[in-house]
Each structure stands twice: as structure tokens, then as C-alpha cells.
């Protein structure tokens, strides 16, 4: 599975849209981009996956770039409650998550 | 919908005893049960890979006689420690998968945090 690169952190406006990038390079055409976020001392909770096509849902958007070696997830209005550790991840199939670091978001008030 | 719940959601235990966490899928069969581990400040490594009726996949470095997994239904995993020592301490998070190859979505249970004093 491919491997992905995100920033440690980020902050973001409360109300205001957050852009959570991931650099996904070596991604191979049968690989989708699964985002998920842990919030302190919690169980991850999905959020969205796509294969190619950008993809929404109540949650969040997903825009995955033509040449799919990146990918954004954007919270469209955040608030305080999406402050949260949100990892990107490239899997084919029912095989195990690597779970990188994730970026920490933080929503300011 | 897609609840996995995990019980206890945390635990105290002496060092040398044995302690046992459940994750069930609440309105859903899993076909898949995970099984993580997270330390502080770290994130989540993957233990175990189980499917119903079948001996779990144990990631490398993880004791399968002292972690033991057992996955008796579509909607039930257990997780046990056995002979916990403090280096055990950790959060334990379970995870089950639903869909087909591809496509499929992993929903976490909320964790169990246990410590071996």
C-alpha cells in the first residue's frame, strides 16, 4: 500500500474552511484515499474515501487531483468539535490501515 | 448506523493477570475484526487481522499466545491479555470492516484504555 505525507499540523478560524492536504505519490490505480480523524482519546471515525473522482458527503469533500498522487479534505465550515488528529490513507481492499502520524488540526476560536 | 461498541472502555489490572476487551458491531456483520494499539502520543499500529470462524493474522512483533484473539461470530471479537504486565498499558482500539474488497469501510470501536499497575 502506498505510502502518504502530511503536514504535522494545522490551525484554522472557526466558520472559516479547512484544507487538510496529502501527498499520496506512489499510489497505484487500484488503491482508494480513505480519510479518517481521532479525536483525544477516542476511536478513529471515518470521513470519506474516493478512487479518482472528487467525493462529498455530509462530513466533508474529497478532491483528489488528475494524476491522483495528492489529495485534499476539506471541512467546509469548521468548528470547534473538528479539532482532531486526521490521517490519510492508501489501501487496496480489506488490508490493514497504516496509520501515519496525521495532521493535527486545531479550530481557533 | 455502522456502531462498534468495545467493552470496558477502560480497565485497571495487576501485573500477571489476564484481561479481556470485547468489540461487537452493533447493526452490522463484520466480516473483518482489527485490532490496534496506540500509545501516548503515537498513532494507531495494527496487532491483528481476524475473520469469523478463523485464526487471527498477527502483525509482526505481536505474541499471538499473549495476545489472544478470538472471533467467534460475525458481530464479536475478543481481545485477550494474558499474563498483563505494565509495559501493556496502551489504548486498545478495535475496528470492523464491512463491504467488498475495495470499496469497504473500517468503523472503530471508542477504544479501551487499560492499565497494568
Given at each position: 500500500d502506498a505510502k502518504t505525507t502530511q503536514p504535522p499540523s494545522m490551525d484554522c478560524a472557526e466558520g472559516r474552511a479547512a484544507n487538510l492536504p496529502c501527498n499520496h505519490s506512489t499510489i497505484s490505480g487500484n488503491e482508494y484515499v480513505y480519510w479518517y480523524r481521532q479525536i483525544h482519546s477516542q476511536g478513529p471515525q471515518y470521513i470519506i474515501h474516493g478512487l479518482k473522482n472528487n467525493e462529498t458527503n455530509e462530513m466533508a469533500?474529497?478532491?483528489?487531483?488528475?494524476?491522483?498522487?495528492?489529495?485534499?479534505?476539506?471541512?467546509?465550515?469548521?468548528?470547534?468539535?473538528d479539532t482532531a488528529v486526521y490521517y490519510c490513507i492508501v489501501i487496496r481492499g480489506a488490508n490493514n490501515l497504516f496509520f501515519?502520524?496525521?495532521t493535527r488540526l486545531t479550530v481557533i476560536p | 448506523g455502522a456502531v462498534v461498541s468495545q467493552h470496558p472502555s477502560w480497565v485497571i489490572c495487576k501485573s500477571g493477570t489476564s484481561v479481556k476487551i470485547e468489540c461487537r458491531s452493533l447493526d452490522?456483520?463484520?466480516?473483518?475484526?482489527?485490532?490496534?494499539?496506540?500509545?501516548?502520543?503515537?498513532?494507531?499500529?495494527?496487532?491483528?487481522?481476524?475473520?469469523?470462524?478463523?485464526?487471527?493474522?498477527?502483525?509482526q512483533g505481536v505474541e499471538k499466545d499473549k495476545f489472544l484473539i478470538n472471533h467467534a461470530s460475525l458481530t464479536l471479537s475478543t481481545l485477550t491479555v494474558t499474563s498483563a504486565h505494565p509495559e501493556d498499558s496502551s489504548f486498545y482500539i478495535c475496528s470492523a470492516a464491512t463491504g467488498t474488497s475495495g470499496t469497504y469501510e473500517q468503523y472503530f470501536g471508542p477504544g479501551t484504555r487499560l492499565t497494568v499497575t
Open positions: 469533500s474529497l478532491i483528489i487531483t488528475e494524476d491522483r498522487k495528492s489529495s485534499t479534505l476539506i471541512l467546509p465550515h469548521a468548528t470547534l468539535r501515519g502520524t496525521g | 452490522f456483520q463484520a466480516t473483518t475484526m482489527f485490532w490496534y494499539r496506540q500509545f501516548p502520543k503515537q498513532s494507531l499500529m495494527l496487532m491483528a487481522t481476524s475473520n469469523e470462524g478463523s485464526k487471527a493474522t498477527y502483525e
